[in-house]
């Protein structure tokens, strides 16, 4: 089977000679789900598998957005689980186990049956494998930036190998995490530094504040700034001028380059997923979630776009209420 002619459930295939544009949609607000990440994870295996693809362009189907964040409703329904804290250690050392056992015939579908929290270790499992996957390619990812683009779906869009935005000011970027008590779970702490340089990266991760479009081009997020009308065009055309490249080659070349620093990728992955599933378990990201849900519900939007100023600030949870 071609990739073009997979039936997924919330991405929208076209293929124009070697270049495959994936349409995102999940309306309103387009965060991303499990569902999105099966999809990602269903296309980028086939992707591998057909010769026809040179490049694969993300994009949005809903106006003004791209990959706001992961669904917060999801990720909630992990933290309401009745665990203790947890330190790290005990969670990685959890952790590699439950990824082993996942990868085994029938153990996805073992996971799924699990409940919450089945189906979170899955979503870990399957968004590490994916985000490797797109970086040990012979093909091409871009974004195409369209909208904000804050946590997971900053993680996402950090795992394709060019990033083009539009120049609008919708467009926001950013690692929000530790806003809600916990750290970013899908490769930011470990792409950031590698990508804008440590110093940088701590600020963006501590602060938790998302950055305009502007600054992200600055900082170097983004690699171009394109006007809003134009932005599935320019990303399109330059997909196509990749997408001839040699796929062997392209392959080789993202292999060097992104395993170009000390500690290999995929263990630096499984530290931060650690780290993240711990945080995870403070009373702090419990009433994070909880407060969250309050503002989403106010706002019908997430408060990180509709109303970040409290979150930013550090007002909205006092840790004195934690």
Same mark, same amino acid.
């Given at each position: 089977?071609?990739?073009?002619?997979?039936?997924?459930?919330?991405?929208?295939?076209?293929?124009?000679?070697?270049?495959?544009?994936?349409?995102?949609?999940?309306?309103?607000?387009?965060?991303?789900?499990?569902?999105?990440?099966?999809?990602?994870?269903?296309?980028?295996?086939?992707?591998?598998?057909?010769?026809?693809?040179?490049?694969?362009?993300?994009?949005?189907?809903?106006?003004?957005?791209?990959?706001?964040?992961?669904?917060?409703?999801?990720?909630?329904?992990?933290?309401?689980?009745?665990?203790?804290?947890?330190?790290?250690?005990?969670?990685?050392?959890?952790?590699?186990?439950?990824?082993?056992?996942?990868?085994?015939?029938?153990?996805?579908?073992?996971?799924?049956?699990?409940?919450?929290?089945?189906?979170?270790?899955?979503?870990?499992?399957?968004?590490?494998?994916?985000?490797?996957?797109?970086?040990?390619?012979?093909?091409?990812?871009?974004?195409?930036?369209?909208?904000?683009?804050?946590?997971?779906?900053?993680?996402? !869009?950090? *795992?394709?190998?060019?990033? /083009?935005? @539009?120049? $609008?000011?919708?467009?926001?970027? #950013?690692?929000?995490?530790? &806003? =809600?008590?916990?750290?970013?779970?899908?490769?930011?702490?470990?792409?950031?530094?590698?990508?804008?340089?440590?110093?940088?990266?701590?600020?963006?991760?501590?602060?938790?504040?998302?950055?305009?479009?502007?600054?992200?081009?600055?900082?170097?997020?983004?690699?171009?700034?394109?006007?809003?009308?134009?932005?599935?065009?320019?990303?399109?055309?330059?997909?196509?001028?990749?997408?001839?490249?040699?796929?062997?080659?392209? !392959?080789? *070349?993202?292999?060097?380059? /992104?395993? @170009?620093? $000390?500690?290999?990728?995929?263990? #630096?992955?499984?530290?931060? &997923? =650690?780290?993240?599933?711990?945080?995870?378990?403070?009373?702090?990201?419990?009433?994070?979630?909880?407060?969250?849900?309050?503002?989403?519900?106010?706002?019908?939007?997430?408060?990180?776009?509709?109303?970040?100023?409290?979150?930013?600030?550090?007002?909205?949870?006092?840790?004195?209420?934690?």
């Amino acid at each position: 089977m071609k990739a073009r002619e997979l039936n997924l459930e919330t991405l929208r295939l076209d293929q124009r000679g070697r270049v495959l544009t994936a349409f995102y949609s999940s309306p309103p607000l387009n965060f991303v789900t499990t569902a999105f990440l099966r999809d990602l994870d269903q296309l980028t295996r086939a992707v591998d598998r057909d010769r026809g693809v040179g490049a694969v362009v993300l994009a949005s189907d809903v106006a003004g957005r791209f990959l706001t964040h992961a669904d917060a409703g999801e990720l909630g329904a992990m933290a309401e689980l009745p665990l203790p804290e947890l330190p790290a250690g005990v969670v990685l050392a959890f952790w590699k186990v439950v990824n082993r056992v996942i990868g085994l015939p029938g153990g996805a579908a073992t996971a799924q049956r699990l409940g919450p929290m089945g189906i979170g270790l899955l979503w870990g499992h399957r968004w590490k494998k994916t985000i490797l996957r797109m970086n040990r390619s012979g093909v091409v990812y871009l974004a195409a930036i369209s909208g904000p683009t804050l946590g997971g779906g900053h993680e996402i !869009a950090l *795992a394709c190998d060019l990033r /083009y935005a @539009a120049d $609008d000011p919708r467009v926001v970027l #950013g690692q929000i995490e530790i &806003l =809600a008590g916990i750290i970013p779970g899908g490769g930011g702490t470990q792409r950031l530094p590698r990508l804008i340089g440590t110093g940088r990266a701590l600020e963006l991760i501590l602060e938790g504040a998302p950055v305009d479009v502007h600054r992200a081009h600055e900082l170097g997020l983004v690699h171009r700034l394109v006007a809003a009308d134009e932005l599935l065009e320019q990303t399109q055309a330059t997909a196509a001028r990749l997408a001839n490249r040699s796929r062997s080659a392209v !392959a080789a *070349a993202k292999s060097c380059v /992104y395993s @170009a620093t $000390d500690r290999p990728l995929s263990r #630096g992955l499984d530290r931060e &997923l =650690a780290a993240f599933l711990a945080t995870g378990t403070t009373a702090y990201a419990r009433r994070a979630f909880q407060e969250f849900a309050t503002d989403f519900h106010t706002h019908a939007d997430t408060p990180f776009v509709a109303a970040p100023a409290e979150w930013v600030d550090g007002t909205r949870i006092p840790q004195a209420d934690s």
